[in-house]
């Protein structure tokens, strides 16, 4: 019975895509959903297109990311997962760790700015959420750490990597290595204002890396059962990288990407690839602990390997967030040459069953608007603003709500409130308009300003009423005047 009544809301939901107001909850009624997009800066992948040494040319290249960042917002997103440590190289000034040589053109080499400072401040500048994507383990190629000399990893830090093939990785089973993770994301969190750590690779390597660590095992397993050591030095990085960033700012949100199938399920086989068995990735018990916040697995699949497992981590959430990430680089003609409604689908079916949001891979197939997605979003899916949902597991203590003062100038309104302090860190604010006849609108989103200003689009909409919340850094919303 429970398979029927799934195959019928999967099939439902094809409907929705094509009759979006009919079918699922349409955009108004949607108050908290995680909409995120993931910019890669990796080989400048979505970001930056080339290198900068000038002024001219940085000036070029920041311009270019808030154009990026314009069109997110205005499909929708409210998330930007930043790539900030790219491959034991950083796009952030570091103690630890050199720059990355897409900013500048040469591993090591400073660039004119910060990326990931301007990138916190373009983003909370749109109300949008910037988290600092840390990629774990993987390290850079063998090439990069020759260029990098004494300042690569495996040359200031030998006993924490391997080298596999052409590249080098850290090894998790070296104890050492959840506490030097654990201080490049302290180092993050210290230094910027970023809302969320987000870990990638944060696993063993798929069999096909021919990374070996029969040696590690000797020497750190004492007689445990392999698969059990090697999932516990990944729970070891995961907990001392939750306990660094708590220790910090406790308010930011801790998250990963995990393998798309968590484990094979009773009716369905992940057919030897999934987070837990096969990479020793156990990221529900991560949300059952507390360590994580919020989960991104990597759903870059369809049909079977998709739904099923879809439920799975929805019906394994621990009341936190669970945000499938979708492949829509699948639209892509060079790719799989998906259908736009397949995606619309995957999209349909997680928002009716409750999951937390969508999140996509990667930012520039959303900007090249694949099949139409971003058209889509934008007119339709996410047609009204959402918030990304508060921390309520961590705080659940609004904050005082404004005082505010409104003037109408004819058709121009203008907001005025006071400045709401909070002690665990910065009060942004959000403003509605509410009204019977035209519809609850969410105008502006975790805004640092303390005023608004607008041109009313009609005349009646002077008689609606405008409100002003004040959210605190775990997104707990005040009441409104």
């Known amino acids: ?84 440590r790219i491959r034991a190289t950083t796009a952030y000034a570091s103690a630890i760790e050199p720059w990355d040589g897409v900013f500048a053109g040469r591993p090591g080499q400073r660039p004119l700015y910060d990326p990931l400072q301007f990138a916190v401040d373009e983003c909370h500048k749109r109300g949008m959420e910037c988290h600092a994507w840390v990629v774990a383990f993987p390290i850079c190629k063998v090439a990069v750490a020759k260029q990098l000399g004494k300042r690569a990893l495996p040359v200031q830090h030998p006993e924490l990597c ?46 096909s890396v021919p990374f070996n660590d029969d040696r590690t095992y000797r020497r750190y397993g004492h007689g445990q059962n392999k698969a059990a050591w090697r999932t516990a030095n990944i729970d070891r990085c995961v907990l001392a990288i939750h306990d660094a960033v708590r220790g910090v700012r406790p308010w930011v949100k801790l ?41 991104f697995p990597m759903m870059y699949f ?40 397949t995606v619309q689908r995957q999209m349909n079916v997680a928002r009716s069953e409750g999951l937390g949001g969508q999140a996509f891979f990667r930012t520039r197939f959303l900007l090249n608007n694949e099949k139409g997605l971003a058209d889509w979003l934008q007119t339709s899916f996410y047609a009204r603003p959402a918030l990304v949902p508060p921390m309520r597991w961590q705080d659940s203590i609004p904050p005082a709500a404004p005082q505010v003062t409104q003037r ?71 009441g409104g005047e």
């Open 408 to 478: 109408l100038d004819g058709q121009h309104l203008h907001l005025e409130w006071s400045a709401v302090h909070d002690a665990d860190g910065p009060v942004r604010y959000n403003v509605y308009r509410l009204d019977p006849t035209f519809g609850n609108v969410l105008l502006s989103v975790r805004t640092i300003a303390t005023h608004y200003d607008c041109t009313l689009a009609l005349p009646a909409l002077r008689h609606s009423r405008y409100v002003v919340t004040a959210v605190d850094v775990y997104g707990n919303e005040s």
């Open 1 to 84: 019975m429970k398979r029927t009544i799934f195959v019928l809301l999967v099939l439902l939901c094809s409907l929705c895509a094509k009759a979006q107001t009919a079918c699922s909850p349409v955009a108004s009624d949607i108050k908290y959903e995680v909409r995120a997009a993931w910019l890669t800066t990796l080989m400048g992948l979505d970001w930056p297109q080339r290198p900068a040494t000038t002024a001219a040319q940085t000036a070029a290249q920041k311009q270019a990311l808030c154009e990026m960042l314009d069109r997110l917002k205005a499909m929708g997103i409210n998330m930007v997962l930043f790539q900030s």
């Open 255 to 295: 998250s990963c990407s995990p393998v798309g199938k968590y484990s094979d399920l009773s009716r369905y086989s992940s057919y030897g690839w999934n987070a837990r068995d096969a990479v020793s990735q156990d990221a529900q018990r991560w949300l059952r602990l507390g360590w994580m916040d919020m989960l």
């Open 162 to 207: 391997q080298r596999c093939g052409d590249q080098w990785l850290m090894d998790p089973g070296v104890p050492g290595t959840a506490e030097y993770l654990a201080k490049v994301c302290r180092e993050i969190v210290q230094n910027y204002e970023v809302d969320g750590i987000h870990l990638d690779y944060i696993r063993y390597p798929e069999s």
């Open 302 to 341: 369809d049909g079977n390997h998709y739904y099923p497992f879809l439920a799975d981590w929805k019906e394994h959430d621990a009341g936190r967030p669970v945000v499938p990430g979708l492949g829509i680089y699948f639209l892509n003609s060079r790719e799989k040459d998906w259908p736009l409604l």
